[in-house]
Nanobody, 127 residues
Framework: QVQLVESGGGLVQAGGSLRLSCAAS????????MGWFRQAPGKEREFVSA????????QYADSVKGRFTISRDNDRNTVFLQMNSLKTEDTAVYYC????????????????????WGQGTQVTVSS
């Protein structure tokens, strides 16, 4: 069992930056692939970024490529999402998720591939 707690969301002006954190409980965090998803009002949950358990592979949605960076610190059981050059369309609730089925270089992009989810953190980007 893994419990995930996101933090770092808030209100920021367009062009600004935020850094989201996702703290995981459990001793096997380092064996989990991790992902970030977001959901805006009236829209489906969408993939943002993912990182393999090894940290050797990352993947990004086209909409955030070049602006967001995912990273992990397995010693601190934490995954991060650095978000730069934020746009109003980035406004959403951001969720982190954990998946135990991945391999060294495996990342997953579909919500159904993740077993554990955090409660989400709100990111609001104003114009």
């Amino acid at each position: 069992q893994v419990q995930l707690v996101e933090s770092g969301g808030g209100l920021v002006q367009a062009g600004g930056s935020l850094r989201l954190s996702c703290a995981a409980s459990g001793r096997t965090f380092s064996s989990y692939g991790m992902g970030w998803f977001r959901q805006a009002p009236g829209k489906e949950r969408e993939f943002v970024s993912a990182i393999s358990w090894s940290g050797l592979r990352t993947q990004y949605a086209d909409s955030v490529k070049g602006r967001f960076t995912i990273s992990r610190d397995n010693d601190r059981n934490t995954v991060f999402l650095q978000m730069n050059s934020l746009k109003t369309e980035d406004t959403a609730v951001y969720y982190c998720a954990a998946d135990s089925s991945g391999g060294l270089l495996v990342v997953h992009t579909r919500p159904s591939e993740y077993e554990y989810w955090g409660q989400g953190t709100q990111v609001t980007v104003s114009s």
